[in-house]
C-alpha cells in the first residue's frame, strides 16, 4: 500500500507576482513514489480546456535516510474555488443554481472525460469524479482535476485476488458517495471494470448540483440504512416538487443505471446533452 500525504499551497513568483497551486506530496515509500511520478505523467499526457494541465514539476530526495521523497508540482491557480464549496455555499442558503448554469458546467465535465475516454489509443478513467475535484476558474469555466487515481480504465478481473485487489483500491481511491455500484463487493465472475465507472460519477455529481447533496446521501439521509447498499441497489430518490426540467431528471435517470452494461458510454451522453441543448434553443 502507497504511504503518501498531499498539501497545497500558494506559489508566488517573485519576479512577477503571478500566483500558482504548489502540491507537495510527502512519499514515504517507493509505492508512493511511482504513483505521484504516475499522476503527473497523466498531467502531462491529456490537453483539454477543462483539463487542469501542470505547469512544472521536480522531486526532491532527502540528505539523510528516513526522511520522504517529496514531489512537488506547479499548477494553475483557479480562483473561482472548487465546486464542493460552492454547492456547500448554496446549501448553507437553500439557494439552488439555474439550470442553465447546471447544464453548462456538466457539459463542460463531460468534455473533459470525453477527452480521458476517448483521446487516446486506450481508454483512462479519472476514478474520482466529484464536486471537490472540480475547479471554476475566472471565467466560470470547470476544471476537472486530481489525476492521483486515474488508471487505464479497463481492468480484468479473473481471479478471486483480482477482485479484492480491484475493490480495495476502489476503497482508497474512489469517494464511496460517487463510486459506480460494481466497485463493491466485486466477484471473480465479473469480467471486468471500464470507464462506465466515470459514467456512473457524472450521474452522482448531476444530481448533486441539482439537489445540493449526492443521491445516495440523500436517500440515506431521508431513510437511513448504508450508503453503500443504497448505491449497489441504486435506490436514489429526486426530492418532491423539483424545479427542474423532464431534460433534467431524465438525465440523471440516464447516467445512474446499476447494470453498467446498460449505462451509457460518455459519447452518448455528450450527444444527449447536445440534443437537450438544441431542443432548448428552439424552444426560445
Known sequence: ???GYSFVDLAVDVETGQKFALKRIKCHDKCAERAASKEIDFYKMFNHPNLISIIDSSVIRPMSVGKPVEILMLLPLLTGGNLYDIINKASTTKSYFSEDYIFRIFYDVCLAVQHLHKSRAIPYAHRDI???NILIDENDNPMLMDFGSMEAARIEIKTHMDAM?????????CTIAYRAPELFNISSDVCGIDEKIDVWSLGCLLYSMAFLQSPFEFQVNERG?????????G?????PNPSYSDHLLNLIKFLLVVNPNDRPEINEVVEKLSEISALAANAV
Not at 440504512?225 to 441497489?233: D, F, K, Y
Not at 435506490?235 to 426530492?239: F, G, M, T, W
Open 165 to 173: 485487489k480491484m475493490e480495495d483500491t476502489a476503497a482508497q481511491k
Open 225 to 233: 440504512g448504508s450508503l453503500s447498499l443504497a448505491i449497489v441497489s
Open 130 to 132: 466529484k464536486p471537490g
Open 235 to 239: 435506490k436514489y430518490e429526486i426530492p
Open 1 to 3: 500500500m502507497a504511504i
